[in-house]
Structures are given as structure tokens and as C-alpha cells.
């Protein structure tokens, strides 16, 4: 079947511009939102302005951008023109020519179709830019405090006279909210990549956290720290857990969600296992990276990829909502295989659309969990509806090695 017109290029919009003129051949750099690329198709000026030695490349865009200009021969379009102007010597070819341009958009692995788009199996890296952003974050010292004052998972403290029950206590609700969502608190615990906060009456807890919501603290339990993309801890984010879907007897969930510090960046930072850790200081040398969107899919991750051969286990990351940009800075390792993983809905895809902007390198994989039960999905719910497939899903295209249990679960 061809994809004429108007479906040719929405298939070709739907990714980043930057994949489609690497898998032309062009030399495609970053430099923060700016991506430049040559030479140009249609003039093969290599550089753009060549009476100002402007060695950036003559094709120039930005990374949200879904067109391209030629600083050179002004020629300018979309993804698709960019193709065309490769196959056919222009940006507007006559209406028979478009078969052919497509045939060389399928050969070059542009109409791929989910899951696992590879987005750039063969692009050179660009070189590493030195960027120095600074955030406002949270006090460090007030962050440490609070965060050993947190309770581990497994938890059972003698003042909470119910834990043992399911739900109804401070640490035994935590419980019934991960165990709603196919979590292991035991696992999770393990890894120590979340902990339960401590009730109002038994910390002091400082201003920043719930300032504007004071009756609300009690809900936000959930928590786990943010990373900056030197793998140093700088802020934190707690999920509501009486959620009404996971405790029936809560009280009606809270406007929002999650909860970060008021007054405080949680911007461009990360989620990040023991490993993710590892990539963000620059030490890793797995088989992989898995980035996922929000708190509840990083557990999700952190908890599944334990299901592989320790020392074979790809690290996680997850981006906090709308942060995507965070990955800019982080210095992930060459050649090694990234999975972006978000919800399959048009949120989900603009998510992984930005994540694969900010990272831009070679070996970038989306993968989109299936449409469970007719629904919008994540990676929790296809962890509960096919773990294996989640499993699976997470390392495609990474050499990983699973983990046989010495005793049966
Ligand atoms: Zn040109």
C-alpha cells in the first residue's frame, strides 16, 4: 500500500526531524534546541553563511520543529520534502514521483511502525555539548534529613498498630497501593529506591514540603528521590497513595497526584535505580537504558529489570512529567542500547517525542505498552496484564540474560 500525501507525512512528522536527516546521511548536530544538518540536499552546501565561516551545518531547525531551512539555497519543508528532495531533486515533486519516495523512506526504516520504532540505528553520535544550567533546589542538608527519616517499604514500626492489615495503617496503605499495582514492596524495598515518609506528628518536616497543602501531607506517603544528571540527589517526590481505586475507604483523592517541594526545582531531574545512578555519574557498562515517565512506571521498571542476571540488568531512569529536557545534560554511555518507554496515548507519544529530542543519539528505541482492554495503557498496567511481554518489551534490542530464580515464585 502507498502512503500518499497526507499519510506519508504524518508517518514521517511523528518523528524527530534529526532521525529522518540522520538516515538520509547527514551529519545532524544539537547544540541546546538548535539542530543543524548538511550538506543540503538540493544546493550540497555543507556549511551555512560561507562568508561568516559558519560551520554549522546548512540545513538548520528547531528540535520541536517539523520543518527545515537551507541557510544556503533558502529551499525549506517538512520531513517528507526532505526525503523528496533526496529522491527527486526537489521539495515539491509531481504527484507520480511520491511512491518512490516512500519506497526510500520504507528502505531507510522511516515508516517502522510501533512497538519498538528504532529512531536511529546508524547516526554518528554528535559530540558531547558542555552546557552549565543552574537549578534552584532543595536545601541539600534538609533533603538527607528527610529522606533518613523515611521508612523502608517493609516497615513495620511499633506505632503502627495495624500494619498487619490490609490497608487502614500509615505504612500498611503504601503496601496496598504498590501491591494494587503489581509492585513487590519486598523487592522495592530491596533496591531502596522508594521509602514511605513519616506521618506529620512524628517529623518536623520542613517548610517546602506541602506548604500550601498542610491537610493534604498525610496522603503524599510514597516517596523517592530525584537526581541531577551527575547522579547527585536533589529533590523528592511523593505519591498520593489513598487512591481511591487502590482503598475504597480513602477519603477522595487530592488534586494532584504526586507532590514535589514548594519553592524548589524538580526540574531536569531523574528517577534513577542503583544503576541509573551509575549512568548518570558516567560508570555504567550494562546492556542498556530503560527511561520511563513518572514515579509509578520507574518502580515498575526498577522492579522488573531485577528479573535479569545481576550484572546483566539494564539501568532505569525515569523522567519526572514534562522534564524531559533533564536528559539533555545526562552523559550516557556510546553505543548503548536505549528503550523509551511511556503511555500509548498522544500525551505518550509527545513524551517520547521529547524524550528522543533531548537525548538524540544512535541506538533509541520507543516502545508503546499495547492498548490494554480497549484502554490507555502504562507500564504498570502491562506489567499486571503480561508481565512477560512488559519484560520483554523493556530489553528489546538489549543482550540481557534472565534471571532463573533458584526457587520457583
Ligand atoms: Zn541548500
Redesign the pocket.
Known amino acids: 500500500m502507498t502512503l500518499r500525501g497526507p499519510r506519508l507525512f504524518d508517518q514521517l512528522n511523528r518523528r524527530p526531524l534529526s532521525d529522518v536527516a540522520a538516515r538520509l546521511g547527514l551529519n545532524v548536530q544539537r547544540r541546546g534546541s538548535a539542530v543543524s544538518a548538511g550538506p543540503?540536499p538540493?544546493?550540497g552546501?555543507v556549511t551555512r553563511h560561507t562568508k561568516t565561516k559558519d560551520k554549522r551545518g546548512?540545513l538548520g531547525w528547531r528540535a520541536e520543529s517539523q520543518g527545515w531551512k537551507?541557510f544556503?539555497?533558502e529551499?525549506h519543508g517538512d520531513g517528507a520534502a526532505l526525503v523528496a528532495a533526496r529522491v527527486c531533486g526537489t521539495t515539491n515533486p509531481p504527484r507520480g514521483k511520491w511512491a518512490e519516495v516512500e519506497r526510500h523512506c520504507r528502505e531507510l526504516g522511516l515508516l517502522e511502525s510501533v512497538p519498538g520504532v528504532v529512531f536511529a540505528p546508524t547516526a554518528p553520535a554528535p559530540p558531547p555539548v558542555v552546557k552549565v544550567k543552574t537549578y534552584n533546589r532543595t536545601p541539600a542538608p534538609e533533603l538527607r534529613a528527610l529522606w533518613e527519616a523515611a521508612l523502608p517499604l517493609t516497615a513495620v514500626p511499633p506505632w503502627d498498630a495495624d500494619v498487619r492489615s490490609w490497608g487502614g495503617s500509615w505504612c500498611g496503605d503504601v503496601r496496598v497501593f504498590l501491591t494494587f499495582r503489581g509492585l513487590d514492596p519486598l523487592t522495592l524495598a530491596g533496591l531502596d529506591v522508594a521509602r514511605i515518609l513519616p506521618p506529620p506528628e512524628r517529623y518536623a518536616f520542613p517548610s517546602w514540603w506541602l506548604g500550601k497543602w498542610p491537610k493534604a501531607r498525610p496522603f503524599y506517603r510514597l516517596a523517592a528521590l530525584t537526581f541531577d544528571a551527575t547522579g547527585e540527589p536533589v529533590c523528592i517526590q511523593a505519591r498520593d497513595v489513598a487512591d481511591p481505586r487502590a482503598n475504597p475507604a480513602a477519603p477522595p483523592s487530592r488534586d494532584l497526584k504526586t507532590n514535589n517541594p514548594e519553592g524548589f526545582q524538580i526540574a531536569a531531574s531523574l528517577f534513577a535505580d542503583a544503576l541509573g545512578r551509575e549512568v548518570l555519574r558516567g560508570s555504567y557498562t550494562g546492556p542498556g537504558v530503560v527511561i520511563v515517565e513518572g514515579l509509578t512506571d520507574f518502580l515498575t521498571a526498577a522492579q522488573l529489570v531485577t528479573e535479569f542476571r545481576p550484572g546483566a540488568r539494564p539501568a532505569v531512569l525515569g523522567v519526572v512529567s514534562g522534564s524531559a529536557a533533564a536528559l539533555e545534560d545526562v552523559r550516557l554511555p556510546e553505543g548503548v542500547p536505549v528503550n523509551v518507554l511511556t503511555d500509548n496515548d498522544t500525551p505518550g507519544d509527545d513524551y517520547a517525542r521529547g524524550v528522543v529530542d533531548a537525548l538524540w543519539r544512535s541506538g533509541m528505541r520507543r516502545i508503546r505498552p499495547p492498548p490494554i482492554g480497549g484502554k490507555k495503557a502504562d507500564l504498570s498496567d502491562w506489567l499486571k496484564h503480561d508481565r512477560r511481554a512488559a519484560l520483554a518489551a523493556l530489553s528489546h534490542g538489549m543482550e540481557v540474560v534472565p534471571y532463573v530464580a533458584p526457587v520457583s515464585r
Open positions: 543540503c538540493l544546493c552546501a546548512a537551507c544556503q539555497c529551499a
